[in-house]
């Protein structure tokens, strides 16, 4: 038992807890039943460890007792909602949260998207114009400049979000992609012109920089990396104020109530805190933990997200439309990305809104 315990506290990757449910006992049932609470887990946005660390718990019990784990432990969806229950019990933050990135994480991740895009637009490129093609100094450049934009996006998101209202929070991601989309048109204007004719291949040259700049900074970034930061009590209790904005800034993160809904939790609070004359951090205790013990509003949270999906679905059909009105053939790589954006962007929608049918 000891051993079996040891050698799990470094476990982070769920195919390894996998292996390791269907050694235990040697029936690959076991794996399966922890594959299906896995999947449940992180469709509701369970954090990976803490997903890990609810699984990696079960070992020593199924161990011990020689059963199956359903027998043990019941039906594998309703014990992953039942876990989530004790989680906000307890309240413990479990849920992923968007990241903010340090300037040299972001680089990282832009690199890794830039090779990505790179290969993809080699690949769309031999497609639609064949292995000779008029090669533009832009295509050498998109790459680098789409992978930017999407993290860059997904990072004002990120702090608008911590800050402010939802609406607000739009207001300035939509700001910043209309402020990026005139940058990226000003750029390609200034750098616009053909490097000659040649194979399709070509637009793979940047993609071995892009790889060795990835590996370099993923080099220099792995002594580096921090947990994310949680508020504590350990740094002393916060003034109300401080707490009041740690609070606010975590049920907006939830993504999974309104901001009608927040205030009123954060009006509540302060108002029953001040008719027991207690402090807010002696009362509740940390905000992150306080923020955490209210039920998923899972419902709202389907509706938020298949509206999301809604609205860029239709960004994206509005931009492979004016592709295709705009081009002398509906056969460009303009039309062949936007039209597999769209695909996804579809996809998701439709789970999304089935998602919220079935809350």
């Given at each position: 038992m000891t051993e079996r315990t040891s050698e799990t506290q470094e476990i982070v990757d769920l195919t390894q807890v996998n292996k390791l449910f269907q050694a235990t006992r040697g029936d690959e049932r076991d794996a399966d039943w922890a594959r299906t609470v896995e999947g449940r887990l992180m469709l509701d946005g369970v954090k990976l460890s803490d997903a890990t660390d609810a699984l990696l718990a079960l070992l020593p019990v199924l161990e011990d007792a020689h059963e199956p784990a359903k027998d043990l432990f019941g039906d594998p969806v309703l014990w992953a909602r039942e876990q989530q229950e004790r989680w906000h019990e307890s309240g413990i933050q479990a849920y992923e949260r968007p990241e903010l990135l340090s300037a040299g994480r972001f680089l990282h991740y832009t690199f890794?998207?830039?090779?990505?895009?790179?290969?993809?637009?080699?690949?769309?490129t031999l497609f639609s114009d064949g292995w000779t093609t008029n090669l533009r100094w832009t295509m050498f450049s998109l790459?680098?400049?789409i992978s930017a934009a999407a993290i860059g996006v997904q990072q004002v998101w990120s702090k608008a979000a911590r800050t402010s209202a939802h609406v607000t929070a739009v207001i300035w991601t939509a700001a910043f992609i209309i402020g990026v989309a005139f940058a990226a048109a000003g750029l390609a204007t200034v750098i616009d012109g053909s490097a000659g004719t040649g194979s399709a291949l070509w637009y793979l040259t940047p993609a071995p920089i892009y790889a060795l700049l990835y590996w370099v900074s993923g080099i220099v970034l792995k002594?580096?990396?921090?947990?994310?930061?949680?508020?504590?009590?350990d740094?002393?209790?916060?003034?109300?104020?401080?707490?009041?904005?740690?609070?606010?800034?975590?049920?907006?993160?939830?993504?999974?109530?309104?901001?009608r809904q927040i205030r009123v939790i954060i009006d509540e609070t302060c108002a029953y805190a001040k008719e027991a004359g207690t402090s807010l951090n002696g009362e509740?205790?940390?905000?992150?933990?306080?923020?955490?013990?209210?039920a998923p509003n899972t419902a709202?949270?389907?509706?938020?997200?298949?509206?999301?999906?809604?609205?860029?679905?239709?960004?994206?059909?509005?931009?492979?439309?004016?592709?295709?009105?705009?081009?002398?053939?509906?056969?460009?790589?303009?039309?062949a990305i936007f039209a597999l954006l769209l695909t996804g962007t579809l996809y998701y929608m439709v789970q999304s809104w089935q998602q919220a049918a079935k809350r």
């Open positions: 890794f998207g830039a090779f990505w895009v790179t290969v993809a637009m080699a690949i769309v790459p680098l400049v002594d580096t990396t921090k947990r994310p930061q949680r508020y504590s009590s740094a002393g209790e916060p003034t109300e104020g401080e707490w009041i904005r740690q609070l606010g800034e975590h049920l907006r993160l939830r993504n999974d109530l309104s901001d509740f205790g940390t905000s992150e933990s306080y923020a955490a013990s209210f709202y949270r389907a509706r938020r997200a298949a509206w999301g999906w809604t609205a860029g679905s239709s960004l994206v059909a509005a931009l492979l439309t004016f592709s295709i009105i705009n081009a002398d053939s509906p056969l460009t790589w303009q039309a």
